[in-house]
């Protein structure tokens, strides 16, 4: 797993536990009321999910082996 891939996977599992956290009104953001902090953790989810989804993750066996045949072919930027 590169670099990338860990990060955008470390940040969607704290959104997920910060979604969960939210919803079960086990967390608070100063400032903001029960609402708006349900809102705040839905929308940063979702962002974070999207950018997880969208960009190549190579996480599977078979998408290492499309990464390693990129990569000897020269065909990514991930060196």
Excluded: C
């Excluded at 400032?31 to 599977?60: D, H, P």
């Amino acid at each position: 797993m590169d670099k990338w891939t860990a990060i955008r996977t470390i940040v969607l599992f704290i959104a997920l536990l910060n979604q969960f956290l939210s919803t079960y009104g086990l967390t608070e953001i100063p400032g903001t009321s029960e609402e708006q902090t349900l809102v705040l953790s839905t929308v940063f989810t979702a962002v974070t999910a999207i950018i997880a989804w969208f960009k190549n993750n190579y996480v599977t066996a078979k998408g290492k082996k499309q990464k390693e045949l990129l990569k000897k072919h020269g065909l990514t930027k991930v060196k």
